[in-house]
């Protein structure tokens, strides 16, 4: 059931639904005496739509109610809290925008509250004397955030790079000295105390501009690509250093911009500007749970997507760094550093080295530091990333002093991945006031149904009141936010996003967060990663194919004995092959793929199954999650009777072989499917779309904003395996019949990788971002300085306090003690 009715911004929920609750007001009363009638409780979305419909019998009532306003709210009311006789509703009516009302049962009153009453409301059912406390921790970062300029459009949520291009751009001409704190800027680049654009000469804005005039029309008359060194000297007469451009083109160009943005700033050149100021050269990286490795690592425990992200990554940021560099006409070597955790026992990878070169990159090293026990003395074993917290400040302190020294200096730019690395990147760049960038990759918080509110009864497993508290403070420090998807940050018209989920929320005992961080915050942007195109390139680049891999390949998918590597065969080799591959984690539901493979007779009679996921035998595993997923594994192969029609092979580590099996998966004429129960974004389903390999993923999470459904790919609801079965058996039926169909979803999928998933798009995006947010923090310094003692205190009276806990018991000990035990929550569909 959906409501058809749309809202506007100004429509006020506690303004309008009283006299809608009127004129329905005898049918309301029966539905809200349902509502009440089982006591206090959490009523989630889809239970307040049932039993709004089943508290009316008459049909064309019903339709005429859930059609009207009154529906429209309870359908995008994402939860509501009963304390009878009050509902206290928490709705949703556009993706970031939340307004919370509470209405009284018997007399149908609308009372509107804030969003710190309304989770008060919240904790009384979890821990009441908690709730009623006065003095009960509530913290709202919302609060320190008054003056800084916030987007209002949902759809622009995102775009916060083009929004601060366009605030900067009518802040600096507003005033005839608000271009000072430009001129200040660039007065102080420099690469190792070397001025850089403009020395002190240049101590006004006039100056300034006198000097781009002269300049643009000396070099205007200099062929185009004459070099920088041959008129330096000249630059250097009117205040000029050397970082506007490699030619008398480029130097013009950048000049001219500057001059156009001194003249009458605008978002254009605002944004074309910063892309050129020479602001960023070294930059840390902080990825630091898992096994950080370039082999031999993928299917550990805590090793996925994000290192395969990372390696990719710099690798993108070096070349885009040099190639900047160069245009700059800078003879500077850039450095970027992966700091990660130095395992000594290292189970066979390189996580006992401490310096690697990344390969494929000449500036590029992964730097691991060795956590330390109590004692002093290193950390041997690997350690969950629910366990690190304890480790993480006494971490930060050491590599911060190792970047130093390699560094020769501070770097630029500090870019944090996951709660953890995100933690050191806050502690590190407060400290030494450099701009920060955070990655989250997945938010926990969200993957554990009522994670927040039930902490306490996860905490001894989990400790998410350490990774909640330093989320927060790691998304409130932090200059800017890198996000791979719009649903990441605000989800869809139906489903809040991840960060959207840390507006508000409680954790009952230990803390209320009435803002925790809002999505409308020009922090937020979106830059997609992609796949390294080396490695995943289409089926049909025959020249490129890696046919040495071939009889391995052949054997892999093929061959009839079940070995170590794989089990099942598959009889019919002239089928396509169906094909997954991902950690088998409950979350990843290849389980549920097996499953609905095995019920789809249709499927299994155009298709065979092939799947690549974690380990075949359950005793060789120590993940709680895999265990049962290996087991369940076994039990639907022999309950669906699959040998014969289904290859299940373990955890594959070679990425350049695993690209050639995509291709090989394409001559099949097959199909990729990604069916998780909730995926952030999903290396996976870019890598098998680069390879042009038809592709079918997870409608919740990030796959859902990746394919275009029907025309790049296809959606499938992990929630409904006879849906998505005969989704996918319609796909092939269709291919054979019409095999130009095949063809056309592939190269489909190939241009919309080409249009928007490509680490060159990232790494622009991402390098633009650093200097812009660079700039943008000396200009709210007061704001920026006062939310950083806040965040201080916050970070020494409560995340050090919960840390200090756990620090004792978890330092001496190998945290993976607790792992066996099964968890309380269920993992959020
Ligand atoms: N991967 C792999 N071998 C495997 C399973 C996964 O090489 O057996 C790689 C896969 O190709 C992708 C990454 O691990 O590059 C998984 O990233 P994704 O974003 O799909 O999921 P995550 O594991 O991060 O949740
Ligand atoms: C973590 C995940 O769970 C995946 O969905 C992402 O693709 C990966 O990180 C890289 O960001």
């Not at 050397?242 to 156009?260: I, V």
């Not at 990774?467 to 200059?479: H, L, S, Y």
Request: charged share 25%; with cysteine.
């Amino acid at each position: 059931m959906a409501s058809k009715l749309s809202f506007k911004r100004t429509d006020s929920i506690a303004e309008s639904m009283p006299d809608a609750l009127k004129q329905s007001r005898y049918q309301m009363k029966r539905c809200f005496q349902r509502y009440v009638s089982k006591g206090r409780r959490v009523l989630k979305n889809q239970q307040l739509i049932e039993e709004l419909e089943k508290s009316l019998d008459d049909k064309v009532e019903k339709e005429k109610l859930v059609e009207g306003f009154l529906g429209y709210i309870i359908c995008s009311t994402q939860e509501a809290v009963v304390l009878p006789p009050y509902v206290a509703f928490a709705v949703r009516m556009n993706p970031g925008i939340w307004e919370y009302v509470k209405v009284h049962s018997e007399d149908l009153s609308v009372e509107g509250i804030t969003p710190s009453e309304y989770l008060k409301f919240k904790e009384t059912l979890y821990d009441e004397n908690w709730a009623k406390d006065d003095n009960s921790l509530e913290v709202d970062f919302g609060a320190l955030d008054l003056s800084t300029p916030h987007l209002t459009l949902p759809s622009s949520i995102g775009n916060g790079l083009q929004f601060i291009s366009k605030f900067l751009s009518s802040k600096l001409s507003d005033k005839p000295d608000s271009m000072k704190p430009l001129l200040d800027y660039l007065l102080i680049l420099n690469y190792r105390g070397e001025k850089l654009m403009i020395n002190d000469t240049i101590d006004t804005v006039n100056k300034l501009q006198t000097a781009l005039l002269l300049a643009e029309v000396f070099v205007s008359g200099l062929p185009r690509y004459t070099p920088f060194l041959k008129f330096e000297q000249r630059f250097q007469e009117w205040g000029l250093e050397k970082g506007w451009g490699d030619t008398a083109e480029r130097c013009k160009e950048t000049l001219n911009c500057l001059s156009e943005v001194l003249q009458a700033p605008d978002p254009i050149n605002m944004e074309k500007f910063f892309s050129r100021v020479p602001s960023i050269f070294n930059i840390v990286v902080f990825s630091i749970h898992g096994y950080f490795g370039q082999e031999k690592v993928l299917g550990m425990p805590d090793t996925g997507g994000q290192v395969v992200y990372i390696l990719d990554q710099v690798r993108a940021l070096e070349e885009e760094l040099l190639q900047r560099i160069k245009q700059q006409g800078l003879h500077v070597t850039p450095k970027i550093l992966v700091l990660t955790r130095l395992i000594p026992d290292a189970k066979g990878t390189n996580c006992n080295v401490e310096l690697e070169p990344v390969q494929n990159t000449k500036h590029c090293s992964i730097l691991r530091v060795p956590f330390k026990t109590e004692d002093g003395k290193n950390l041997r074993q690997w350690v969950s990333r629910f366990d690190i917290y304890p480790y993480l400040e006494r971490y930060t302190q050491d590599a911060s002093a190792k970047i130093l020294d390699i560094l020769e200096g501070k770097p630029d730019l500090i870019i944090g991945n996951y709660t953890d690395g995100n933690l050191a990147a806050s502690l590190m760049s407060s400290k030494l006031g450099v701009t920060q960038g955070t990655i989250a990759h997945a938010l926990e918080k969200t993957k554990y149904e009522d994670s927040d509110v039930k902490w306490r009864e996860l905490d001894q497993k989990y400790h998410f009141s350490c990774q909640f508290t330093a989320d927060m403070i790691a998304m409130n420090t932090t200059d800017f936010i890198i996000t791979s998807t719009y649903q990441e940050i605000a989800g869809s018209k139906e489903k809040p996003g991840q960060y959207e989920h840390h507006y508000a929320f409680t954790m009952p005992g230990l803390c209320r967060f009435a803002t925790g961080i809002n999505v409308f915050d020009p922090k937020f942007n979106i830059a997609a990663p992609g796949a390294d195109q080396s490695m995943y390139f289409p089926f049909t680049q025959k020249q490129k194919r890696l046919t040495d891999f071939h009889p391995q390949i052949e054997e892999l998918l093929y061959s009839k004995q079940d070995t170590e590597e794989h089990i099942g065969y598959l009889a019919d080799k002239n089928k396509p092959v169906l094909f997954s591959m991902a950690r088998l984690d409950k979350v990843k539901n290849i389980t549920g793929l097996v499953e609905l493979y095995g019920q789809n007779k249709k499927l299994r009679d155009l298709v065979n199954l092939v799947v690549v996921a974690g380990l075949l035998d359950a005793s060789q595993s120590k993940d709680r999650e895999e265990i049962e997923e290996i087991n369940k594994m076994h039990s639907l192969i022999d309950k669906y009777q699959l040998k014969g029609q289904i290859r299940w092979i373990k955890a594959q580590t070679d990425r350049v072989r695993n690209g050639e099996l995509y291709r090989c998966i394409a001559d099949s004429k097959g199909a990729f499917v990604q069916p998780a129960l909730y995926e952030a974004f999903g290396l996976t389903v870019i890598e098998a779309m680069n390879c042009g390999l038809p592709t079918f993923a997870t409608n919740q999470g990030g796959p859902a904003e990746i394919i275009v459904d029907g025309v790049s790919g296809f959606h499938i609801n992990p929630m409904n395996g006879r849906e998505a079965g005969n989704k996918l058996a319609d796909f092939f039926q269709k291919c054979k019949e019409d095999p130009s169909y095949w063809n056309k979803v592939s190269t489909a999928g190939l241009r919309r990788i080409y249009e928007c998933y490509t680490w060159k798009i990232y790494a622009t995006k991402v390098l633009n971002m650093g200097s812009t947010y660079g700039f943008w923090r000396t200009l709210n310094k007061e704001e920026r300085i006062a939310k950083q003692r806040y965040l201080q205190m916050f970070y020494n009276l409560q995340f050090r306090n919960l840390v200090g806990k756990d620090s004792a018991k978890s330092r001496r000990t190998c945290s993976s003690a607790n792992r066996n035990k099964k968890p309380q929550t269920r993992i959020q569909r």
